[in-house]
């Protein structure tokens, strides 16, 4: 899935001063998931640490655990069982974020770019449902543990992870590679359950402040052959002005952006 660590470096508007913290790898892993620590340049540790940041492998995947300083607070990803796997066999064409990436309409399944993958959630999602998905997180713990967790799904030869920033990893996209969607997700999933809430907790305390995401909006525009999809919750206002149209959910929204090439209709489809 990857060749190589993090690439690109930390995006011009990311507060300077902040280093991700290091995350080592405990317990007795799949040979799949060692080699992409390998990759990825996760240290493997001789001991449980509770006082650091680790990812605890064992033989069913892995889980990510914060210092108990911070709660100790865990985050596990399993396709196989659990609200991940429920979510997974009961995804349809149908749902929110499918049309919004346009799985709505005839013909084969868009190739997608997931710039903000976080989990990976919504591109295991995607991929179940046909696209070819690229997913971008530029953070090697949350990388591990969603291809750790990719490796149960039936779509994982759609599903590719890549480690990288994705403003600078856009802006070197060749014009040849373009995807037809660019999927955006400036702030992780957030949902009403505790599971989720705990799970998004976690996932902020590793990743530092929040981008500024008006740069990587103008990045994934100037790259998606057909569209750019847009989450967010509902509270908040469009990320830019030009909406061509809203793809309503339960507890979020989705702003679609037609780029001018698009052949595609103002409103979306019923």
């Not at 998931?33 to 033989?59: C, F, H, K, S």
């Not at 994934?220 to 990320?239: D, M, Q, S, T």
Request: glycine share 8%.
């Amino acid at each position: 899935m990857l060749t190589g660590r993090c690439e690109g470096a930390l995006p011009s508007h990311m507060t300077p001063s902040w280093i991700p913290p290091e995350v080592t790898l405990y317990g007795r892993g799949r040979g799949e998931d060692l080699r992409n620590a390998a990759e990825l340049g996760i240290a493997v540790a001789a001991a449980r640490n509770v006082t650091e940041w680790q990812l605890v492998a064992g033989p069913m995947g892995i889980e990510l655990h914060a210092p108990t300083a911070l709660g100790g607070l865990s985050v596990a990803l399993n396709a196989a069982q659990g609200p991940l796997a429920r979510r997974l066999r009961g995804a349809r064409r149908e749902d929110p974020l499918a049309r919004a990436v346009g799985l709505q309409r005839q013909g084969p399944p868009p190739r997608v770019l997931d710039a903000c993958a976080g989990l990976c959630r919504d591109a295991m999602v995607l991929a179940e449902l046909g696209c070819s998905v690229l997913a971008l997180e530029r953070i090697p713990a949350l990388v591990l543990l969603a291809r750790s967790a990719a490796l149960g799904l039936r779509s994982r030869d759609r599903l590719r992870i890549e480690c990288a920033a994705a403003e600078p990893w856009l802006a070197k996209l060749p014009a040849d590679q373009a995807p037809a969607v660019v999927y955006l997700d400036p702030m992780f999933e957030e949902g009403g359950d505790a599971a989720v809430k705990k799970d998004l907790q976690v996932l902020r305390l590793l990743a530092g402040p929040p981008d500024d995401p008006a740069a990587l909006f103008a990045a994934a525009r100037a790259v998606a052959r057909e569209r750019v999809v847009v989450k967010r919750h509902g509270r908040l206002p469009p990320l830019a002005e030009g909406v061509s149209f809203v793809v309503p959910g339960e507890r979020v929204r989705f702003d679609v952006y037609l780029n001018p090439v698009s052949a595609g209709p103002a409103t979306p489809p019923p």
